[in-house]
Nanobody, 123 residues
């Protein structure tokens, strides 16, 4: 069974960079047919796909983030990370890491999710 666990700060100040990690167990980041995504859900809004890192380490991002996001990985820890710079209060959300097997970011394809981490942006 694949399990994902987010970690990182629950509070960041405006203009700072958010750094979150997702630790994976039960599967390897480099296994075939695994795509590892970051998704967020602001209060009162629907989920937003942010980006993905593939088994080969290739990354793709939502254009809506305008280049502020960066996803990387540490295969020795079986962990992938999200950095989101220039944080504003509009970036406050529950941040999730998730896995799918098709790489097309369809909500129905995400079979494994972390529990999520609440991030507040405030001075």
């Amino acid at each position: 069974q694949v399990q994902l666990q987010e970690s990182g700060p629950g509070l960041v100040t405006p203009s700072q960079t958010l750094a979150l990690a997702c630790t994976v167990s039960g599967a390897s980041l480099t296994d075939s047919y695994n795509y590892w995504s970051w998704i967020r859900q602001p209060p009162g809004k629907g989920p937003e796909w942010m980006g993905v890192i593939t088994r080969s380490g290739t990354t793709y991002y939502s254009p809506s983030l305008e280049g502020r996001a960066s996803i990387s990985r540490d295969t020795s820890k079986n962990q992938f990370t999200l950095q989101l710079n220039s944080m504003t209060p509009e970036d406050a959300a529950i941040y999730y890491c998730a896995r799918d097997s098709f790489g097309e970011a369809r909500w129905s394809d995400f079979g494994s999710w972390g529990r999520g981490i609440q991030v507040t942006v405030s001075s």
